[in-house]
Structure formats: C-alpha cells, structure tokens
C-alpha cells in the first residue's frame, strides 16, 4: 500500500483514530488492544499487500533473526557469523542472483523470473544491526516474538526507511505494547512533514519523471539535454526519497514514535564527506558503524590503508542500491572521491565555501549519471555528451531563447526550493506549528493531503527506493 494513495490516507486515519481516540474512552479503555498490537497488526495489513511470497519471506526473516538473537550472547562470534551469514544468504539469494549467475530475466527459468522482495535491503540491514549490537553488548536481545516483530516491521519505515536502529526504536515500542508511551503532542507536525513529502512527490518528483525519462531513455542530443536531465534527476530523486522520509517521519509522529531525520538538504553540502551526512543519513551511519569502523577504516594505517577500506565499502553501498555493474561503479566512485578530497584537504589546502559546494555538486551530478543510467557504456556515453563530445539522442532543433531560460529558471527555482528547504526546517519549527495546532489546523491539512491524493496525475510513479 503505497503512501500516496487514497485508500492508504483511509487506513492511516482509521489506524490513527483507533490508537488514538477509541481506547481513552468508556469501556474501551479496559478491552482495547494496546498501541502495539494495534500497530503491528496494521504493520503486517499494509507489508500483506507486497504479496504473499514476500510476506511468507519477510515472516521468515523475522522468526530466524528473533531465535538467533535469543540464543546470540555478548561475545559469541559463532553464533553473530550464523546470523549475518543467513541475512546475507536471503538478500544475495532473492536480490543479486541474475548478477552473480549471469541469469537473463527473459530467460523464463524461476531463478530468472523470481521478483526482488519489498524493501529486502531494508529490512535485512536493520537486522544486521540488531544482531551486531546485541553481539557487542550494546542492547539485549528483545525476549518478546511480538515486539521484535514491531520493531521489524514498523510500517512508516519498512520499506524505504530510514533504517532505524533497536537502541532508538525498541524502547518506544516496548512502551507501546506496555501503554506507557505518551501521546504524541505534535501531531499538526506529522501533518505538516507528510504533506511535505507529498508534495515533493506527487507535485514535484512526479513531475520531473517524464522528462527525465525521456531524455535517459533516448540519449541526450547535446551536452544542455545532457546537463538538464541529470539536474532534473538529481532533484526528482531527492524529492522522491525525502518525500518518502518526511512522511515516514511524520506518520510516525503522529502515532508516538520518533523516528530519525534522513536528509538533511544535501545539495548544500560543500565537501563528498559533508555530502554522505546529509544524504540518506541513517545509511551513512550504518556504513560507518558495521562496514567501515569493524573493516580498519578509522584506525591508524596510513592513509592508502584508509582509503582502500573507503573505497572497498562505498563499492558494497552502491552494490547494496542494486544489482547492476553502474550502482558498483557508482559506489567505488564515490568511495575514490571522498578518499581523494581528504588527501587534499590534509595538505591544509584551504578552498573558500562555495568552491567546495561547486566541486560536490560537480561530482554528484556526474555520479549520479551512473545510478540511472541502464548500463556503464550509456553513462559513459552520457558523460561524454555532457562534456559535449557528441549527442546520444537524435539531433534536437536549436532551442529558442525561451526554451533556453525556462530550463535554467525550472533549475533554479529547485535550488530555490532546496535553499527555503534548509531555513524551514530547524528544531524551532516543530515549537512553532504546535502553537497553531488544533483540530482545524489538522482538518485543513487533512483536507490538503486528501485533495493532492484525489487530483487526476498525468503519471503514476512508484517510490524509487521500493526497487531497492
């Protein structure tokens, strides 16, 4: 059931009214299941829609990681082996099978045919994390089957995160199945993020995909089409994913759980290493925690030895985005930059501010052309058509001169976007929507959400992160 749709606005206001309003009041309160029974009995409604096969999976994962982790003490390497060898088994398995064995998916074998389960790259690194942290001494393993399960299957975050780890959530959902989690004060807050996240989806993400499909399916005729469609994709991917995180967010909030932030205007950062903490954040600091840290990444071992374990997991991260040599490539890309633009920076060279901001977006922009792009030989074709040497589409009229300024003005208006993005969005907003909050400020953005969900679209995309 995707966030952007009428009958998931129906089941989250039934789902909100039940949590919130019908067990404090009359008898209710006495025979009314908890938050937490209620929450992952609508966890388990909205994952049911995948399919049954990836349900059958997901439940699968689910009672395996929950008995490892019971029998996992602080130390036991054999038994984290087991664990981590088991995730790794179902992800490689469902997700990089064709990849590995060469297998066509026009083949017709069941191997070929078989589809990547919803939000398995999700799911299977939270567990990691569980398992390693439990592993570490860091949280004890949860004895209750149906909290695990919530913690697992928490449906705001399931499937495109963020990728919440136990020490944030699985005290919050202990509390819910207690009764003893406070209801949410700011509950105009979760409105206002999911009516953010849906705005940058439906008005703005959607929007942009029709023309960048068309200039990446056909070939960009010259270096301005080049240059274009990968602005226009690094914004729609932006909106698209972040959308998806504001609304996980603010769902969340309202049903009483804090979920983290997971973009942080990335295109404002000034350096690759600024960039990773702004983007997908609660990835960047799994990379750091479970890949790069345990692999010798931060400790002493002269900067080659950093800079390989750097490029070695940014490679595994790209990987991680899908099974295709370009998300590699993409990845051990992003891994060789970062590492050299530490190099430089160590030798105190000093590069004011906006040269740094000029350099990364430099570089996410050409890297981004390897995340979408279907295969290396198009993007590095693309890239060459950037750099104007040569068109890949058939060749295009000469633009107007209002052709020319509706494309750089569109551009610019997303950075403008972006930029009121960054200034809005400080710890003081939540204190000041929940001055105005009350029950018409929610009916208006109630009202708001439901009228961008029934307007007539030209096109309907999925979530880009649901392929992942």
Known sequence: MSFDSLP????????????????????????????GWLLLAASAVCYAFAGFSDTLLFTIVILVNYLISLRLAPGGRGMLAVAIAFNAAVLIGFKYRNFL???????????????IPLGISFYTFQSVAYLTDVYRGEIKAERSL????????????????????????????QRLFAGTLRPSRLVGFGLCLCLVGLIKKVVLADSIAPVVDDIFDRGPADAATA????LLFAFQIYFDFSGYSDMAVGMARMLSVRLPV?????????????????????LSTW??????????????GGAVRQAAVLVVVMGLAGLWHGANWTFLVWGLLWGAVIAAWRVAMSGKLCMPAIAGWALTMLAVLTLWVFFRAPDVGFAVRFLGAMTGMGGLGPASMARTVAEVVVAVSAVAALF???????????????LFVRRWDGPTTRGILV??????????????????YFRF
């Open 8 to 35: 998931f606005l129906v089941f989250f206001v039934l789902l909100y009214v039940a949590v919130r309003v019908c067990p404090s009041t009359g008898r209710l309160r006495t025979c009314w299941p908890s938050s």
């Open 146 to 173: 149906q909290r695990f399960a919530l913690f697992k299957s928490f449906f705001p975050q399931l499937v495109a995160g963020p990728i919440v780890r136990a020490h944030l959530l699985l005290p919050q959902v």
């Open 101 to 115: 064995f060469g297998l066509d998916p026009a083949s017709g074998s069941y191997a070929a045919a078989v589809s």
């Open 447 to 464: 009202a708001l959400i439901a009228w961008l969900l029934i307007l007539p679209k030209a096109n309907v995309n999925p979530f880009i």
């Open 227 to 230: 240059w274009l469609g990968v």
């Open 287 to 300: 990379i750091r925690d479970y890949l790069y840290v345990p692999l010798g990444g931060s400790r002493t």
């Open 416 to 430: 403008a976007l972006h930029v009121a993005e960054s200034r809005a969005m400080t710890p003081r907003l939540p």
């Open 262 to 282: 997971n973009f942080r205007t990335p295109y404002l950062a000034t350096s690759p290493r600024d960039f990773w903490q702004r983007w997908h954040v609660t």
